[in-house]
C-alpha cells in the first residue's frame, strides 16, 4: 500500500496501542505538547534567572575589591629600618685593627688509641702441594663449595686432614654451616683420600 501525506501523525503510534486507548491518547496529545512547551519555557526563565544572579554576585565581588578604601597611615606598618652600611664598616674595620691575639679555650678530648683487631687465622696449609686434589670427593663437598674452599687456599687432602678442631670450627664458622664439618667428617674423610692418593 502507497503512503500517501493525508496521513495522521499519530498513526504510527496508535497502530501499536490498543483500540481502546486510543481515543484517549488522542485526546492528552494537546496536553502533552503544552507541557512540553511550557517546560523548555521554564528551563529557559530558570537559565536566565540564575544568569542574572551570578552576574550581580560577580559585580558585587569586583565592587568590593575595586573600592576598598586604602589603610590609614597609623595602620600601617612601619618601614624596615635599613641599617647605616657606613657605621657597619667602621665597627668592622674597629674589630679587624685590633691584632691582639684572642686565646680561646678548646675543650679537652680524649683519644683512645685504636683497638687492633685480629685477623681471623687461615687453616693450616701446606705450601709444598705439588697440584689441587678432587675436594668433591669428600662427601658433602661439591663443584661449588670446591671453588669457595680453593679461593680460601685449601686444595688438598691433606690440608684438610691436617685441621684441628679449631681449624674446623673456624672454616664452619666462615662458611657458616653449623657444625656440617664435623658432621660430614670432612677431616677423616680428607685423611682416608690422602693416604690413597699418596699409594
Known sequence: MPETG?????????AVMPKQIVPAANLLTPQLGAAAAVSVLG??????MW??????????????????PLPKAESMPSPRLVPDVDALKTIIRK?????????????????????AVKEPAQPAKIETATAPDDLKRISGVGPK?????????IRTYAQIAA????D???????LQFGG?????????????LAGKSKD
Do not use: H
Open 6 to 14: 493525508n496521513k495522521r501523525s499519530g498513526a504510527d503510534w496508535a
Open 43 to 48: 528551563l529557559g526563565v530558570a537559565s536566565q
Open 51 to 68: 544568569g542574572f544572579w551570578a552576574g550581580a554576585v560577580a559585580g558585587i565581588l569586583d565592587a568590593n575589591t575595586a573600592f576598598k
Open 95 to 115: 674589630n679587624a685593627s685590633d691584632n691582639s691575639p684572642k686565646v680561646v679555650e678548646l675543650p679537652v678530648v680524649e683519644v683512645q688509641a685504636p683497638v
Open 145 to 153: 663449595l670446591e671453588q669457595v674452599l680453593n679461593g680460601m687456599g
Open 163 to 166: 685441621w684441628s678442631p679449631e
Open 168 to 174: 674446623v670450627a673456624q672454616v664452619d664458622d666462615r
Open 180 to 192: 656440617r664439618i664435623g658432621r660430614d667428617d670432612w677431616v677423616g674423610q680428607a685423611s682416608g
